[in-house]
């Protein structure tokens, strides 16, 4: 009778939770991420494990680059749900921004857990391509004295290249782009527009020409050749 009882009273409760979730969501697709936190907030508060909403709060905190609260809600997903890769890529980038704006002895002291849950990661989840895409930028901006190693970054960019051709072509065009080699960049840029024909590859191609190679030309007609594709 008492658990009766307790479920009478504690239904309507979750009725309203519910429905601020549901509207939270919404205002989170419509990307209104303001007047959607706090309806979050009280969605969590009515059920302190609900890791949906524990997400999108981490999410919404991430977007307005306040990494100290989006790496709590991160680091309470991870330990609920601890087999869960994206919840380790989360975790991980907030973790690497929030090291890009600390000084210098900080942000080594996180290179270690950064490193690691990128690599938890794809542990969990062998085809992870986000988190292979930043242990890349992780070892191309790492000074080689604390870990930074274009093999390194190379050998996460061959296994992109098995997993999503596309990411593949991108990560070595990145790679040689970052190291100077504007030539093999555009090689693998091209190889990227020919593969996957997406705006991203297109636009990739087309900063190279404009802002490396200096050649604004062909930044402009790679543009065209895009525009003239999605018209057709």
Request: aromatic share 14%; glycine share 6%.
């Amino acid at each position: 009778m008492k658990k009766l009882l307790l479920l009478f009273f504690l239904f309507p409760m979750l009725i309203f939770a519910q429905s601020d979730f549901q509207l939270a969501e919404k205002l989170f697709a419509q990307q209104n991420y303001q007047q959607a936190k706090p309806l979050f907030e009280k969605a969590l508060k009515a059920n302190p494990g609900d890791l949906r909403s524990m997400e999108y709060l981490g999410d919404i905190c991430a977007v307005s680059k306040d990494w100290k609260s989006s790496i709590y809600y991160y680091e309470k997903l991870r330990k609920s749900k601890p087999f869960e890769a994206n919840y380790y890529y989360k975790y991980g980038g907030a973790l690497g921004m929030l090291a890009k704006e600390s000084n210098k002895f900080k942000a080594l002291a996180m290179i270690g857990d950064i490193r690691d849950s990128f690599e938890k990661a794809i542990a969990l989840e062998p085809k992870h391509i986000g988190a292979r895409w930043a242990l890349i930028e992780l070892y191309l901006q790492l000074p080689g004295i604390v870990g930074g190693s274009e093999t390194k970054a190379s050998r996460y960019a061959d296994e992109l290249l098995t997993i999503s051709p596309v990411d593949g072509y991108l990560a070595k065009g990145r790679i040689a782009e970052y190291f100077e080699r504007f030539q093999t960049a555009e090689k693998y840029y091209r190889l990227a527009v020919e593969t996957g024909g997406s705006k991203t590859t297109y636009q990739k191609l087309a900063d190279l020409y404009k802002n490396k190679m200096h050649q604004p030309e062909k930044a402009r007609i790679v543009l065209a050749e895009f525009n003239n594709k999605t018209k057709s």
